[in-house]
C-alpha cells in the first residue's frame, strides 16, 4: 500500500534562507507525486507535481522538489523564505487513478 | 471562475443533530472526493465518486453518507453527529481523462460537534 512521511511536523527557517521539506513515500509502482501548500483558513493549492521525464520539478512562487527513486524522496525546496511562504504544506502520492494519499502535514513558520 | 465551493464554511452543531456540508463544482469534473484533515494525520479521504450515481468509500467511511445525483454537486451527509467527527472537511474535484487527475479543493468546512 502507498503512503507518505514527512519528517518534521514544524520547521522553522529565517526570511531569505533555504526551505527544505521532507518527504518519502512508499509506493508499489511508480508513482505521481504532489506538493500542496494551505494557507490559513484556505484551501488546498497544488504547487507542483511530479509525473514522468524531468525528475526536478519547478512548481509556483519559486519552490521545486526533486524525484529521487533510490531514495524514495520528493524533497520540496526553496532558495530563500518568504514571510509569505509561511504556511502548512502536504505532499501526497498516488499510485492510480485519483486516490491521493497525504503525509501528515509540516507547518512552517518563517522567522524575520 | 473555475472553483469548488462548500458551505457552510464553519458549523457548530449538538450530537445527533443531522446536518449537510454542500459541495459545489463548475468544471464539469466526473471525480470528487471529501476529505476530513485532522492535526498530526493529514488528509483522509472519507468517499469518493467517479460519476453520477458512482460513490464508493474512502479510507474512514464510517458515520458518513453521500450521495451525486447531479454531476456538479456532492454533498456530505452526518446523520448522527459525533464529537470524534469534529474535524476540517474538503472537498475536491477533477477531471478523469488521464493521470495525474490534478485535484482542486475547496476552502474547506470546520465542524465542531459538541
Known amino acids: 500500500a502507498q503512503s507518505v512521511t514527512q519528517l518534521g511536523s514544524h520547521v522553522s527557517v529565517s526570511e531569505g534562507a533555504l526551505v527544505l521539506l521532507r518527504c518519502n513515500y512508499s509506493?508499489?509502482?511508480?508513482?505521481?507525486l504532489f506538493w500542496y501548500v494551505q494557507y490559513p483558513n484556505q484551501g488546498l493549492q497544488l504547487l507542483l507535481k511530479?509525473?514522468?521525464?524531468?525528475?526536478l520539478v519547478k512548481g509556483i512562487n519559486g519552490f521545486e522538489a526533486e524525484f529521487k527513486k533510490s531514495e524514495t524522496s520528493f524533497h520540496l525546496t526553496k532558495p530563500s523564505a518568504h514571510m509569505s511562504d509561511a504556511a502548512e504544506y502536504f505532499c501526497?502520492?498516488?499510485?492510480?487513478?485519483?486516490?491521493?494519499?497525504f503525509g501528515q502535514g509540516t507547518r512552517l513558520t518563517i522567522n524575520p | 471562475e473555475a472553483q469548488v465551493t462548500q458551505n457552510p464554511r464553519y458549523l457548530i452543531t449538538v450530537t445527533g443533530k443531522k446536518l449537510t456540508v454542500t459541495c459545489s463544482q463548475n468544471?464539469?469534473?466526473?471525480?470528487m472526493s471529501w476529505y476530513r484533515q485532522d492535526p498530526g494525520l493529514g488528509l483522509r479521504q472519507i468517499y469518493y465518486?467517479?460519476?453520477?450515481?458512482?460513490?464508493d468509500k474512502g479510507d474512514v467511511p464510517e458515520g458518513y453518507k453521500v450521495s451525486r445525483k447531479e454531476k456538479r454537486n456532492f454533498p456530505l451527509i452526518l446523520e448522527s453527529p459525533s464529537p470524534n467527527q469534529t474535524s476540517l472537511y474538503f472537498c475536491?474535484?477533477?477531471?478523469?481523462?488521464?493521470?495525474?487527475?490534478?485535484?482542486?479543493f475547496g476552502p474547506g468546512t470546520r465542524l465542531t460537534v459538541t
Open positions: 475536491a474535484s477533477s477531471l478523469l481523462i488521464a493521470p495525474p487527475y490534478e485535484q482542486y
Open positions: 509506493s508499489s509502482v511508480p508513482p505521481y
Open positions: 511530479y509525473t514522468t521525464g524531468a525528475t
Open positions: 501526497a502520492v498516488s499510485e492510480w487513478a485519483q486516490k491521493l494519499v
Open positions: 468544471m464539469n469534473h466526473e471525480y
Open positions: 465518486s467517479m460519476n453520477v450515481e458512482v460513490t
